[in-house]
């Protein structure tokens, strides 16, 4: 496989489950955002120019995202390149204004494309919103204050008087499972639906690896102390702009100490609660012991994951 053919979804995905935002159709086509020239030459009638509303989604009749041309945008407006589709168009994202319609978080219209957008039509979304509401957020430069401009086809902004170099971030955030005698810690806080329990989950720090923010925030959400740390799996979460880390651990002590500014419950469940949970929420209820994260959350693919390996 060659780099400049290389998208998302060649890789494989999950141990067992697809996940929401991974595996776009678009080829990011890198070789493409250094030459200002090479893009000039995709801005043709023939490009696409993603539709959003703020930072939401537009879709189609059909559930599918709503594509418009170039002659769409607004004048003067910033156009980040996302890179090729499978007819090799150049495909673009204007930027939107300052705080943007649909803030840095999940509202209405992202759920609704959740369920609906088909996995690389999603992927797709997710990308473009996570680089646009940055280039929202980061309009002046963070060490001497003065405008920024687009660079590298949006995937960088330029101070225009230090000439400081801005890059899009992302924010990782580990999500863990613990087991425990044949059991699983999961925890409720006070923002979810009715019933529900996910996986525990927090940021990484500076200067802390992926297992050591998996034990530290295990011990200050629950009190519990956590040993053989091990990965799952991953998935891009573009609200606003967190890489979700996805990992598994064991504890020898199941006591739960739980810090009610983080949680509002939490507890252990057997492999049948939650074998019972996610067929629950497969059928579009609420488990009888508890209520499963949605099929888009990564914690969902944890606990399946969980389940499948026996």
């Known amino acids: 496989m060659s780099l400049r053919s290389w998208r ?3 890789v494989l995905l999950t141990p067992s489950a697809p996940i929401a935002f991974a595996g776009s159709h678009i080829d990011r086509a890198d070789h493409v955002r250094g030459d200002p020239d090479a893009i000039a030459a995709l801005m043709t009638a023939q490009a696409r120019l993603m539709r959003l509303d703020g930072l939401d989604p537009v879709l189609t009749p059909d559930s599918l995202l709503d594509w418009g041309s170039l002659a769409d945008a607004a004048s003067g407006a910033e156009l980040v390149f996302l890179g090729l589709d499978d007819e090799a168009r150049g495909c673009f994202v204007e930027v939107p204004p300052a705080n943007p319609s649909g803030g840095p978080h999940a509202g209405p219209a992202s759920w609704n494309a959740m369920t609906v957008l088909e996995p690389g039509e999603l992927a797709a979304y997710g990308g473009a919103r996570a680089l646009v509401g940055w280039h929202a957020r980061h309009r002046f430069c963070a060490v001497c204050g003065h405008a920024t401009v687009l660079a590298k086809g ?4 330029t101070c225009t008087s230090c000439a400081t170099e801005h890059f899009p971030r992302v924010d990782p955030v580990t999500i863990m499972t613990v087991e ?8 409720r806080q006070p923002r979810f639906p009715a019933r529900r329990y996910s996986a525990l989950a927090g940021f990484v720090e500076p200067g802390e690896t992926i297992e050591e923010a998996v034990a530290r925030e295990t011990f200050e959400e629950a009190g ?27 504890t020898d002590d199941g006591a739960i100490t739980i810090d009610t500014t983080e949680l509002e419950d939490a507890r252990w469940f057997t492999r049948e609660e939650v074998v019972e949970a996610l067929e629950a929420i497969e059928a ?21 994951w969980w389940v499948d390996r026996g």
């Open 8 to 10: 998302p979804a060649d």
């Open 180 to 187: 425990h005698e044949g059991k699983l810690l999961l925890g």
């Open 224 to 250: 519990v102390r956590v040993r053989d740390v091990t990965y799952v799996a991953s998935q891009p979460w573009p609200f606003p702009s967190s890489l979700m880390i996805g990992c598994h651990a064991f």
């Open 154 to 157: 949006g995937w960088q902004r």
């Open 284 to 304: 579009g209820e609420v488990g009888r012991a508890f209520g499963a994260p949605p099929k888009y959350a990564v914690a969902h693919v944890l606990l399946r």
